[in-house]
T-cell receptor, first 114, second 118 residues
Framework: DSGVTQTPKHLITATGQRVTLRCSPRSGDLSVYWYQQSLDQGLQFLIQYYNGEERAKGNILERFSAQQFPDLHSELNLSSLELGDSALYFC?????????????FGPGTRLTVL | AQKVTQAQTEISVVEKEDVTLDCVYETRDTTYYLFWYKQPPSGELVFLIRRNSFDEQNEISGRYSWNFQKSTSSFNFTITASQVVDSAVYFCALSDPILTGGGNKLTFGTGTQLKVEL
């Protein structure tokens, strides 16, 4: 158990819908990351927050948005969902915000878009 | 741009055999960090090791060892006396803070599926 929690574990929804994925980092970690894992794209970095501020951004679609709240938990919002958005979404956290800090991953949220 | 290549898609070994998983990376910067993660069938990603670009010492942790060679841009992972519980997908990853403006974006390889059979 990494100490990172993600809810829900599974999510099934329809195309065009909007969903919110939630992540609580390990106690003491200030940085939160979101990754998408799919069969065709592999593991892709989406976005990083550090103490509430956006720190780094990957190829995150405009339909996706994220934020980190004052209590350091984070949410990833996915809207206008398409079939291709079906994937495993991981949240990770680290103490600091740089490569000096290893990232610890949550169990993931499996999103299925029908 | 940064890139991580894991050329071995799948490796099958018999228990107690040694196995090496290859990782080759590309980056233009001198400061970077390399990682290995394990993804067992249950799906979570488990951190195994972090190595910075200035530390070329090899590392051993129990049955696991890592060989970092800057000259060949490789960071290989060896499991000695493999066990069935080692069966998983192993990912190599690179963090290049300069490229991400001080952030910690991980660029992952495509992973190597290791199957250890009795």
């Amino acid at each position: 158990d990494s100490g990172v929690t993600q809810t829900p574990k599974h999510l099934i929804t329809a195309t065009g819908q909007r969903v919110t994925l939630r992540c609580s980092p390990r106690s003491g970690d200030l940085s939160v990351y979101w990754y998408q894992q799919s069969l065709d794209q592999g593991l892709q970095f989406l976005i990083q927050y550090y103490n509430g501020e956006e720190r780094a951004k990957g190829n995150i679609l405009e339909r996706f948005s994220a934020q980190q709240f004052p209590d350091l938990h984070s949410e990833l919002n996915l809207s206008s969902l398409e079939l291709g958005d079906s994937a495993l979404y991981f949240c990770a956290s680290s103490v600091g915000g740089t490569g000096r800090n290893e990232q610890f991953f949550g169990p993931g949220t499996r999103l299925t878009v029908l | 741009a940064q890139k991580v290549t894991q050329a071995q898609t799948e490796i099958s070994v018999v228990e107690k055999e040694d196995v090496t998983l290859d990782c080759v990376y590309e980056t233009r910067d001198t400061t970077y960090y390399l990682f290995w993660y394990k993804q067992p069938p249950s799906g979570e990603l488990v951190f195994l090791i972090r190595r910075n670009s200035f530390d070329e010492q090899n590392e051993i942790s129990g049955r696991y060892s890592w060989n970092f060679q800057k000259s060949t841009s490789s960071f290989n992972f060896t499991i000695t006396a493999s066990q069935v519980v080692d069966s998983a997908v192993y990912f190599c990853a690179l963090s290049d803070p300069i490229l991400t403006g001080g952030g910690n974006k991980l660029t992952f390889g495509t992973g190597t599926q290791l199957k250890v059979e009795l």
